[in-house]
Every structure is written in structure tokens, then in C-alpha cells.
């Protein structure tokens, strides 16, 4: 599967499970806030549905399509947070949970948005 995903064109590509059944349509992709690498998907599920989180790696595009490695329904049960705003940490908590996703480290003190980029200065 590709894991370098780029978000732009992303959005709008159905997601299918691992079993290829389709999930849905995304809508929105969410950056690492301390790496920028896209990190989570929001997928529309059904006509009328909700969104629902899923994780970037380990999913991948597979011939045009969003492809995870995961349930429909494990999909569909993901918590409801919402979409069009930033994820807290707590939220990413509960999706690392809900996928059985290894725990995030806590970010080293020296990494934040204050911290001027590589090369600059």
C-alpha cells in the first residue's frame, strides 16, 4: 500500500475496508500537528451519515481509492468527534484506542510552534 499520501488529493476519493467493501467518501484529512504528515481521514459514511476517523498509516491508496485495513463496522463505531475543527489529544487518544493504534509519545519539550523551522535564522 502507499503510506505517502498526499491530502490534497485525497479528499473526495471513496474509502473502502479491508474486505473492499466501501466505507464512504472523504471529506476532510487532518496533519500530524508536530510532523505536518496527514495523520487521520474524516469519512462520510452513507447518504446521511456521519464522519468517521481513520488512520492514515496503516491505510493506503489502493488503485485510486482509500483502502484501510480495517472493519466497516469497527469504521462506523469510531467515536463521533466532529469534523471541521482540530483534533485535541484526548480525541486522538480515543481513535488510537478505538483502532488498537500504539499510543502516541508525548512530544519532546523542544518541539512546538514556537520552534523556528530547519535552516532558518
Known amino acids: 500500500m502507499q503510506t505517502d499520501i498526499d491530502?490534497?488529493?485525497l479528499i473526495g476519493r471513496k474509502a473502502f475496508d479491508r474486505d473492499g467493501h466501501?466505507?464512504?467518501?472523504v471529506d476532510e484529512v487532518y496533519l500530524d500537528d508536530?510532523?505536518?504528515?496527514?495523520?487521520?481521514a474524516a469519512v462520510r459514511t452513507?447518504?446521511?451519515g456521519r464522519d468517521a476517523f481513520v488512520p492514515l498509516e496503516p491505510?493506503?491508496?489502493?488503485?485510486?481509492?482509500?483502502r484501510v485495513?480495517?472493519?466497516?463496522?469497527?469504521?462506523?463505531?469510531?467515536?463521533?468527534?466532529?469534523?471541521g475543527r482540530h483534533l485535541s489529544p484526548e480525541q486522538e487518544l480515543r481513535l488510537h484506542r478505538h483502532y488498537d493504534l500504539?499510543?502516541?509519545?508525548?512530544?519532546s519539550p523542544d518541539v512546538g510552534s514556537d520552534t523556528p523551522a530547519e535552516g532558518s535564522g
Do not use: E, Q
Not at 466501501?22 to 467518501?25: P, V
Not at 508536530?34 to 487521520?40: E, H, N, Y
Open 59 to 66: 491505510s493506503g491508496l489502493v488503485d485510486g481509492h482509500l
Open 22 to 25: 466501501r466505507i464512504g467518501t
Open 46 to 48: 452513507g447518504l446521511f
Open 7 to 9: 491530502p490534497r488529493g
Open 102 to 107: 500504539p499510543l502516541p509519545s508525548a512530544p
Open 69 to 83: 485495513p480495517y472493519g466497516k463496522s469497527l469504521v462506523k463505531d469510531a467515536p463521533d468527534l466532529g469534523v
Open 34 to 40: 508536530a510532523t505536518g504528515v496527514p495523520k487521520w
